[in-house]
C-alpha cells in the first residue's frame, strides 16, 4: 500500500526526514540565548487537551522571560504547574517562565508543562505539535514536539 509519504520524490523524503530528526534533536537558532531541546508531546486518546514538555537552556548573562506560548494544533497553549499539596495534585496556571542566566529549566510531568486545549485533532505516536514561545525580548521561537505514546516518560 503507497502511502502519502512514500509517492514523494525520495529528495524530498530525505528532507523531511532531515528536518524531523533535527526537530527531535535540538530547535534553536544559532547564537540564540534559549537553547531548546527534548520538546515531545504525549498523546491523549479521546481527549482535547494534552501535555508538551522540553528542556530549556539560558546560555546568556541575562534572564531570559517566556510570556507566551502557541500553538496551531490547540485553541489555547500555556505553560502550567502540577504541583502536590496535602496529597492532592494540583494544576495552575504559569503566567511567565523566567530562565536564570546560565540555567536550565525543564518542562516535565508532573511539574511544569505545556498545556494544550482545544485540540484541531487527536494527537498519534509519530506526529508532532507546533510549539511558538514568545519572548519578553520581542523574539519567540517555534519548536516541533514530537508525540509519544500515553505512558511516555
Not at 514538555?53 to 507566551?68: A, D, E, G, M
Not at 505545556?114 to 519572548?135: D, Y
Amino acid at each position: 500500500m503507497k502511502t502519502a509519504f512514500s509517492v514523494l520524490p525520495a529528495f524530498l523524503r530525505a528532507f523531511t526526514l532531515a528536518f524531523v530528526v533535527c526537530c527531535a534533536v535540538g530547535q534553536t537558532p544559532a547564537g540564540a540565548a534559549l537553547v531548546v531541546t527534548e520538546a515531545w508531546a504525549r498523546v491523549t486518546p479521546g481527549s482535547d487537551v494534552a501535555a508538551a514538555y522540553l528542556t530549556l537552556h539560558n546560555t546568556s548573562k541575562k534572564p531570559v522571560t517566556i510570556i507566551s506560548v502557541e500553538s496551531s494544533a490547540a485553541t489555547m497553549a500555556m505553560i502550567h504547574e502540577t504541583k502536590v499539596e496535602g496529597g492532592v495534585s494540583r494544576m495552575r496556571a504559569h503566567e511567565q517562565l523566567v530562565i536564570p542566566p546560565g540555567k536550565t529549566v525543564k518542562l516535565e510531568p508532573e511539574g511544569l508543562h505545556v498545556m494544550l486545549h482545544g485540540l484541531s485533532r487527536p494527537l498519534s505516536p509519530g506526529a508532532s505539535v507546533p510549539l511558538v514561545l514568545r519572548l519578553s525580548d520581542g523574539t519567540s521561537l517555534q519548536i516541533a514536539a514530537p508525540v509519544r505514546p500515553l505512558n511516555a516518560q
